[in-house]
């Protein structure tokens, strides 16, 4: 009797350090959760060792006038990358290098040299297009956020992501809709720092080539200038081993 | 001929695989002169020919037609010329025309031969550490501008590393601006304070074509420590632009003037160059400075008799004393996307010696509208202080307010003026009645 008591006691005492505990494990598998789909991502995002891609750009603005740039672009790993202007003729040449740490470089023709840019250029449009310096540089978003889990349907995960503290970026935070068979997101909704929705990022097309799942086309709609930037690759190329060299300054003022 | 040339090339255009460029025009209007009047009328032609016939091999050539100037027409049989050359005034030059070879005997090594616009430096427009192409100062608002110079450029590059070795078999002057702003820079002949002068007359003395005496060489090693980008040069060559060495001085006692007869050269010079860029708390941050280590530079005045030579003056125009140009500069781009730079100047381009050196401060704003098709900069300007101990009466500046719009892609309409006021003795304020509009329309092809 003594005993049952007592161990009513010890029950009654630790149960509520129990539910505690299962309420925090559950809290914490979570998030885990949640920063394991987003490490999917940007594994998924990142997965080719290197991609070639020739890419058309098509500028529309409010009236429905277009724009059209093509550009090549290599990305090697997560954080190098390096993209070259083909067209219009008035920013042919000119090119863009992305190194790890934030170390950016420009390339216009007509100043025959290569200009080192900073950091505070990384929330600017990129050329005209509703791309951000930053959206065009390589990065992970486990890196630059703190993801939570929103909401699981049958096909997508939908997560929240948080700039981390002290990481710099023009939005409060963002929506990712994530494909759940192939974890590649399909849609990213970007929210200003009062929280209202300014730009919306759609991957079409998603496909696979060579094991890796590509989207084929992405759209970015500014919704505050009622402008949109879409983005076809025309031609991808993935894993055919490129070198070190092409992300360098050297390579960076090359026309070909 | 000049002709036949042009329509060759022309007609040849089609042919080559990778042409591209641009047609512009190019106005001002002095408008504090009496009643205002045009000062630049420039319609020009560019061709760019690009092209790799292989992985290894690119070349490149830039080649521009342009009529500069106005009717020069005094007869009429100006009007009657064939060439149509006083009615429009034309030229044809060839700007750039280069070949690479990447890759040559070492995977990172590669060579650039021709003429070309070597540019070092990290600054922006004024780079004290860049000597090797000169300036072409025609257009004395777009400072900074170069020339092609005919050379050799090898480039080996172990990233982080690169080491530029540069040789100029035979030193190019720098261009001049016209009379009224040549003057502004480089002041009149210094003589007229002692002379009432009745004719003058210049010879410029250029080295003689030798190795020894005209070529020029330059060398450059770049590298990135902590994320910041670090040079260090070393260039030996001329200044591009003359001195006068000698002056004859030749009076008429009957009109109580002189006839002066000045020969100038170019100094020779060694410039030790650094320069840095890089990032800190989202700024951008550069800086250049390039030590120049001139040598004694004599100007030797005679009175010039029928008889010969009766005296001789030797005066040091520039002491072998060493001499530091720098710039220091910072950018930002803010959240609505209003860009501003600014540079601090020690040492203008056309600025040589210790005693002549002043500073400047050069600042841009600029923000783009409309999905960036219109970009205005209200507040562009660059401002001087000749003399620290009395700033009041020796300031200068010129405002560049700047409007340009591209209604569509290859299409660039700007509209700008030069306003320009100071007191003293500078630069700017000897340019102040130079106050001007301008219209630049540009269409890339």
């Not at chain 1, 950091?119 to 005209?128: E, Q, R, Y």
């Not at chain 2, 250029?206 to 005496?213: C, G, L, S």
């Amino acid at each position: 009797m003594k005993n049952s008591r007592r161990n009513r006691r010890i029950i009654g005492v630790t149960a509520p350090l129990l539910f505690l505990f299962v309420v925090s494990l559950t809290g914490g598998l979570y998030a885990a959760s949640a920063g394991e789909i987003l490490s999917r991502v940007d594994q998924v995002m990142n997965a080719p060792k290197d991609r070639k891609v020739t890419m058309k750009m098509v500028l529309v603005d409010k009236n429905g006038n277009e724009k059209v740039r093509i550009a090549e672009s290599y990305q090697k790993g997560d954080d190098h990358r390096l993209i070259k202007f083909l067209e219009p003729a008035d920013q042919k040449g000119v090119g863009f290098l992305s190194l790890p740490n934030d170390v950016m470089y420009v390339y216009f023709p007509a100043f025959k040299k290569v200009r080192r840019i900073a950091s505070h250029v990384k929330n600017s449009n990129f050329a005209g297009t509703d791309f951000t310096y930053d959206d065009l540089s390589t990065f992970k978003y486990s890196e630059d956020y703190n993801p939570e889990l929103l909401e699981e349907t049958d096909s997508f995960y939908v997560l929240k992501l948080v700039p981390k503290p002290g990481v710099k970026k023009d939005y409060s935070f963002l929506k990712m809709w994530v494909d759940k068979g192939s974890f590649h997101p399909t849609k990213v909704e970007f929210y200003d720092k009062s929280g209202n929705l300014w730009k919306v990022l759609k991957m079409r097309e998603i496909e696979k080539i060579k094991d890796y799942f590509v989207a084929r086309e992405m759209e970015m709609k500014d919704l505050k200038k009622q402008h949109s930037t879409k983005m076809i690759m025309e031609e991808i190329e993935l894993d055919t081993g490129i070198p070190d060299k092409i992300f360098t300054k050297r390579y960076l003022r090359r026309t070909r | 001929m000049k002709k036949e040339i042009l329509l060759t090339l022309l007609c040849a255009l089609p042919l080559w695989a990778g042409v591209n460029g641009f047609v512009e025009t190019y106005n001002r209007y002095w408008v504090n002169a009496d009643s205002g009047r045009w000062t630049w009328n420039e319609n020009s032609f560019q061709a760019l020919f690009e092209g790799a016939p292989s992985e290894k091999l690119h070349y490149y050539a830039e080649l521009r037609f342009r009529t500069f100037g106005f009717p020069g027409i005094s007869s009429l049989s100006d009007l009657q010329r064939k060439e149509k050359d006083r009615v429009f005034p034309y030229s044809l030059e060839l700007k750039e025309a280069y070949a690479d070879i990447y890759g040559f005997l070492l995977d990172d090594l590669d060579l650039r031969i021709g003429k070309q616009i070597i540019a070092w430096g990290t600054a922006d427009k004024i780079n004290p550490t860049s000597n090797l192409s000169p300036y072409d100062l025609e257009d004395f608002f777009d400072f900074g501008a170069k020339l092609g110079v005919n050379s050799l450029k090898a480039t080996y590059t172990k990233d982080p590393w690169s080491f530029d070795l540069c040789f100029v078999p035979v030193f190019t002057p720098s261009t001049m601006p016209p009379p009224e702003y040549a003057d502004v820079l480089f002041g009149g002949t210094g003589l007229s304070g002692d002379y009432q002068i009745r004719n003058f007359s210049d010879t410029i003395m250029m080295p003689e074509n030798k190795i020894t005496e005209a070529s020029e060489a330059g060398s450059r090693v770049s590298t990135n420590i902590y994320n910041w980008d670090l040079s260090l040069s070393y260039f030996h060559g001329y200044i591009g632009f003359p001195l006068p060495e000698k002056a004859e001085m030749i009076p008429d006692s009957s009109s109580g003037t002189v006839d002066v007869r000045t020969f100038l050269s170019y100094p020779e010079v060694d410039v030790i160059g650094a320069d840095f860029s890089g990032s800190l708390f989202g700024l951008g941050f550069w800086g250049e400075g390039a030590l120049f280590v001139p040598e004694d530079y004599v100007l030797t005045r005679e009175i010039v008799t029928p008889q010969g030579p009766v005296s001789s003056v030797d005066t040091i125009l520039r002491r072998d004393e060493p001499y530091l140009k720098f710039v220091l500069g910072s950018d930002y781009t803010f959240g609505d996307g209003t860009y501003i730079n600014a540079q601090y100047i020690h040492g203008f381009i056309h600025e040589n010696g210790r005693d002549s050196l002043n500073d400047y401060l050069v600042f841009r704003l600029e923000k783009k509208f409309l999905n960036d098709e219109l970009k205005i900069a209200p507040l562009s300007f660059a401002a001087c202080v000749t003399d620290w101990g009395e700033p009041g009466d020796n300031y200068g500046f010129v405002w560049i307010p700047e409007i340009e719009y591209k209604p569509q892609d290859n299409i660039e309409l700007t509209l700008g003026a030069f306003v320009i006021d100071g007191k003293g003795t500078g630069m700017f304020p000897r340019m102040k009645e130079h106050d001007e509009l301008y219209f630049k329309t540009k269409l890339s092809f």
